[in-house]
């Protein structure tokens, strides 16, 4: 039995890359935030973040379904929730 070397296999495929987001789009009131965003802009963890939405006690801003692996948050209310933590 021979090894299979990576020339042999097939042509190597690149890693995929997530886009960024760019902190910035917090400030327009309609845009939608991943998850990442989100906890860069609050400093709270994802699953800091999950366990107040399933607290369910109006705590977060509920997120945005786009499909079953697509969630997104608008940013006029994690910007609204950050202004009412710190008043």
């Known amino acids: ?9 097939g ?11 760019p902190l910035h789009a ?5 845009a939608l ?3 990442s965003t989100v906890e860069a802009i609050t400093g709270l963890g994802k699953s800091t973040i999950y366990a107040m939405l399933k607290a369910d006690d109006g705590s977060f801003p509920k997120p945005i379904k786009l499909g079953t692996r ?5 940013a006029g209310e994690i910007t609204a929730w950050l202004a009412a ?3």
């Not at 697509?70 to 608008?74: D, G, I, M, N």
């Open 1 to 9: 039995m021979s090894a299979v070397n990576q020339a042999e296999s």
């Open 11 to 21: 042509p190597a495929t690149k890693p995929r890359t997530r886009a960024v987001q």
């Open 26 to 30: 917090a400030q327009l009131a309609d």
């Open 33 to 35: 935030l991943r998850l």
């Open 70 to 74: 697509c969630t997104r948050f608008k």
């Open 85 to 87: 933590q710190t008043a």
